[in-house]
């Protein structure tokens, strides 16, 4: 996987530990830098759209500048913490909000972080979910947002 992020083919995130406020040593979540390369291993298979989704919002993150890790908490996982500068954001990427079950999940990710920087949620719905102060966007919107 080294000899991969020195080619420049994936990148790779820390895992942070929320609650210890940590970087997890050891740990940690790759994604492509060219979404054309999961085409190649995926031949026949039917696509992930939910992980390229994630990774699409990963490789944004970095083009506006974050440093993106992956949020670890002790029952869930936060798909992105990006940080710029003195700004932070929490992000979930799913590809829909089908059910209850996701909803929850999604949403419910965030039970644990007790502080005030802004949570989202991204997915492809056009309905707007948000709701106890996370704020649902549709991902294609969010990514035509400026983010300066």
Same mark, same amino acid.
């Given at each position: ?12 995130? !820390?895992?942070?530990?929320? $609650? ?9 979540? %790759?994604? /492509? &830098? #060219? ?31 974050y ?11 936060? !798909?992105?913490?990006?940080? $710029? ?9 799913? %590809?829909m /909000? &089908? #059910? ?17 920087y ?20 549709n ?10």
């Amino acid at each position: 996987m080294e000899y991969m992020c020195k080619a420049m083919l994936i990148n790779k995130a !820390d895992r942070y530990d929320v $609650r210890g406020k940590r970087i997890l040593n050891g740990k940690y979540k %790759y994604y /492509l &830098t #060219d979404l054309g390369l999961g085409q190649i291993k995926n031949v026949g298979k039917r696509p992930q759209l939910g992980a390229y989704l994630e990774n699409i919002v990963y490789n944004e993150l970095l083009s506006c500048g974050y440093d993106v890790k992956v949020g670890n908490l002790e029952r869930a996982e936060i !798909d992105f913490i990006a940080t $710029r500068f003195n700004e932070k954001i929490y992000i979930q990427v799913a %590809y829909m /909000l &089908t #059910d209850e079950n996701v909803i929850d999940r999604e949403f419910g990710a965030y039970e644990g972080i007790m502080d005030n920087y802004p949570k989202y949620v991204l997915s492809m719905d056009k309905f707007d979910f948000s709701q106890n102060g996370i704020i649902h966007k549709n991902v294609i919107d969010w990514l035509c947002e400026q983010k300066s």
